[in-house]
């Protein structure tokens, strides 16, 4: 057994040293085009060793290893889905230079460099992951892989600048020469500039500048001048009417500069030297953390091609236990659909064998699709083993084959002398002595390219044979006696695909069940051929293969009219579940626009009695001026508070009819989660609740917190929500049916009321059931922080609290979790 993990490449499983083979046909997996789909992943991954591994990546004949290669890839889906831009953050495949510093090779900046960036990616890589290891464990069990290596890092920061030029502070002697260097250089182009600029000599120059030959600083002097002017020639120009001297004058000062520079190269040298030196001592380290980055890209990879084909994750298992030749084998494809066609034309297929069958034969019409059915079946299950996930709907299920073989297409062999039938036959050979129970195998026009008579014969047997072995089987034939044979073989369906008669056309739809229709003379009796002869080549059929396609042509036809009818059935089913949900959204709306009117003349009321108050609290003090009784008033206070009452209660809900309660939600579905205000997406569904994920938060919700949103409705709910919120602000109150906010801004409160109002809003939080709330208290002088993350130790709703990410304010925000009721 393999270790789960593992990376399958080549056709084996590596695992540290161990390697565990697994033969898989490569002549098979050309015919059913995994190389394509291998070739696709390469170019959807970032950098070179992860381009390798896809390439590499073989299929797996063992179902753990396979599911954990599928956990892998949705556990990649998921966090691309919330975090779209992830990547390996600009990685290189660096393990040739570091193995290479491990045998005393002395690298180029730009590759120290790039062994920087990629230990720095891949460290930004293994934070976030580990941030999250609870949701990506197979990813961060990956990331573990990845090293830090502190030191090396230092190491090099210390020694390059953002440009990539080595600091004159790599070291202290580097640190010297540079500074002896510039104060050389400096002497030099001053006494250097005299010289250039004395009357005497300016005229001998073809200009007044200095330049650089071979290292030494130089002046160009006119040829004729040679002789007059004391110098040492280094160059001369193309010409030969300039020449580049040194003037003598400046010849000592000159080697100063050159020795100083030859001493700076040497330095520089020896700083490389020792930090490729603490590179090689960290060679194993860099080359894990380029392998475990380049298993996190091809995930990711995977990931995005899974996006690309619209995939989702299919179902794996083992071999189950199963009565007579049967060999347990499971094959249910749903809607599926060949990854290399353009996917709005390609036709989608279902590929079910039930318990008791495990042989497909296919027939039908050339240009039908029998090969594309057949390529179909083998590709997917070929990538569901390599950890990809197929482009087929959601509940699709497949058994884990030890090896899949396959003849398709046209074979012949020029090389050998074979024909298309002799190489179909040694292909076949090949299949029949290697193929066992836990094979799949797939063949195309068995027994074709022969005598039609032999050919059916042979293919019969070859199917035969294949069926006494328990092999799981599809076959595509135009041999009419296979359908007979499949027919009676116990363990074969027949299937077909379909061909419009009116229209020439195939329609490229699989029907398991029901033999391939012979449409040769409708063919040629729609194509305009005489109606003689169609009547007269009829006549030399045989009576009964004539009754036997006359009922399969009533067959076809009762069942494309059940079918249309089921289709009419479930549109009207469709048509109905939408007007109820309109209803429930009007309803809904009205519900809104009622609970938006109590709200505003819940505020007028409010501001009404408040006024009241007001010119009571006068009156109070002017009857106390006069000395006169205050008990006059104090109905009028009764009143007043009774008042108050009546419009604090909230408004009655309306309760949720059963049309709501009932609706059928399903993965993916776009909703509305009232308690929250927020637009989310079914996650999952049961009896009476639904899952809702909104952005990082996932929310378990009764059925009635739920509505259904369609296009166009999100951007309505929102902004009512966004109206309520505004509202609710304003009044400085919570309404009990409403959702309360996920923030809480205290600032500027003194401690008291701030701790009032944050007791009163984690109650409101607890009982609408949110996960957490963000206090935003400030820095300040921190005794208002203080004191809430006091009463916070002590409130019986909440479950925990921290600070704030630096992204979400730091210190001057504490992130509160709600206690579960």
């Known amino acids: 057994m393999s270790t789960s993990g593992a990376v399958h490449v080549e056709g084996r499983i590596e695992v540290g040293i161990v390697i565990h083979s697994w033969p898989m046909n490569p002549k098979s997996l050309e015919a059913l085009e995994l190389p394509k789909i291998l070739n696709r992943l390469a170019a959807l991954a970032a950098f070179s060793a992860s381009k390798e591994l896809a390439l590499r990546l073989t299929p797996t004949a063992q179902l753990s290893d396979a599911q954990h290669m599928q956990e892998e890839t949705r556990e990649a889906c998921l966090l691309l889905s919330l975090i779209p831009a992830l990547t390996i953050g600009g990685a290189r495949d660096v393990r040739a230079p570091a193995e290479a510093t491990r045998r005393g090779a002395i690298l180029e900046p730009d590759a120290i460099l790039d062994i920087k960036g990629t230990l720095i990616a891949g460290q930004r890589l293994r934070r976030t992951l580990e941030k999250q290891k609870q949701d990506y464990p197979v990813l961060s069990g990956i990331a573990k892989g990845i090293a830090a290596c502190k030191d090396l890092v230092d190491a090099i920061d210390a020694t390059f600048d953002s440009r990539g030029e080595i600091v004159d502070d790599a070291s202290p002697e580097l640190s010297k020469i540079r500074r002896d260097l510039r104060v050389a250089r400096e002497r030099l182009t001053k006494k250097l500039q005299t010289v250039i600029s004395n009357p005497d000599i300016v005229h001998m120059l073809q200009e007044p500048i200095i330049t650089q030959r071979e290292g030494r600083f130089v002046v160009p002097l006119r040829a004729e001048f040679k002789t007059k002017f004391r110098s040492v020639v280094h160059d001369q120009s193309a010409s030969g009417a300039t020449l580049f001297v040194e003037p003598l004058q400046v010849v000592e000062q000159n080697n100063q500069v050159r020795e100083l520079g030859l001493a700076e190269r040497d330095e520089i040298r020896r700083i490389l030297s020792e930090l490729c030196a603490l590179i090689g001592k960290h060679a194993d380290e860099i080359t894990a953390t380029v392998e475990a980055l380049a298993k996190l890209d091809l995930a990711f990879a995977k990931a995005r091609l899974a996006e690309q084909l619209d995939a989702s994750e299919p179902l794996l298992h083992s071999f189950h236990a199963a009565d007579g030749p049967h060999p347990g084998s499971m094959l249910k494809l749903l809607a599926a659909r060949h990854p290399l066609l353009d996917a709005a034309a390609v036709v989608p297929i279902d590929v079910v064998l039930d318990d008791e069958t495990y042989a497909l034969v296919i027939t039908g019409p050339n240009t039908g699709g029998k090969t594309v059915a057949l390529k179909t079946v083998g590709l997917l299950v070929l990538m569901a083993q390599c950890g990809l996930q197929i482009p087929a709907t959601s509940g699709s299920e497949l058994s884990v084959f030890e090896n899949v073989f396959a003849d398709i297409g046209d074979e ?56 006494e072995r328990g092999i799981t089987t599809l076959v595509a034939t135009h041999y009419p006696e296979m359908k007979t044979f499949a027919h009676r073989m116990p363990g074969v369906h027949n299937a077909s695909v379909e061909f419009n008669i009116q229209s020439l056309q195939p329609t490229f739809h699989l029907t398991i069940g029901l033999p391939g229709r012979s449409n040769a003379l409708a063919i040629a009796r729609r194509l305009g051929l005489d109606e003689s002869i169609v009547e007269r080549a009829k006549r030399m059929i045989d009576p009964d293969e004539l009754r036997a396609e006359s009922m399969l042509d009533e067959i076809h036809r009762q069942r494309d009219a059940t079918r249309e009818a089921m289709e009419h059935a479930e549109r009207e089913s469709r048509d109905a579940q939408k007007l109820r949900e309109d209803l429930a959204h009007r309803l809904q709306s009205i519900d809104d626009e009622r609970a938006e009117i109590l709200d505003k003349a819940r505020q007028g009321a409010a501001v009404e009695i408040e006024q009241v108050r007001k010119d009571l609290r006068k009156l109070r003090g002017r009857l106390k001026v006069a000395a006169l009784p205050l008990d006059e008033i104090k109905p009028v206070e009764d009143v007043i508070e009774a008042l108050e009452k009546v419009v604090e209660q909230p408004a009655a809900s309306r309760e949720p009819d059963t049309a709501e309660t009932d609706l059928a939600y399903a993965r993916g579905d776009r909703v509305m989660l009232r308690t929250l205000g927020s637009e989310g997406v079914v996650s999952g569904v049961t009896a ?128 509160v979790d709600i206690a579960s009721i």
Request: glycine share 10%.
């Open 412 to 467: 012949q062999s020029i090389e050998q002398s074979l024909s298309t039938f002799s190489a179909h036959i040694t292909n076949i050979i090949t299949i029949l002595e290697d193929a066992n129970a836990r094979s799949l195998v797939v063949l195309d026009e068995l027994g074709a390219g022969t005598d039609p008579q032999e050919g059916a014969a042979l293919g019969r047997a070859i199917l035969g044979t294949l069926m």
């Open 688 to 815: 009476e609740h639904v899952e809702v994920q909104i952005g990082n938060l996932r929310v378990r919700a009764r059925r009635d917190e739920v509505m259904p949103l369609e296009k166009g409705d999100a951007e309505d709910a929102a902004r009512r929500d966004r109206s309520r919120r505004r509202t609710s602000e304003a009044r400085g109150m919570m309404d009990p049916g409403r959702a309360p906010a996920l923030e809480i801004d205290v600032r500027g409160m003194v401690v008291d009321d701030a701790l009032m109002e944050l007791d009163r809003r984690l109650d409101a939080a607890s009982l609408a059931g949110m996960p957490y709330v963000r206090v935003i208290h400030g820095k300040g002088t921190g005794r208002l922080r203080a004191a809430i993350r006091q009463s916070l130790r002590d409130n019986p709703y909440v479950a925990s609290f921290k600070p704030g990410e630096a992204n979400e304010g730091g210190d001057g925000v504490t992130i």
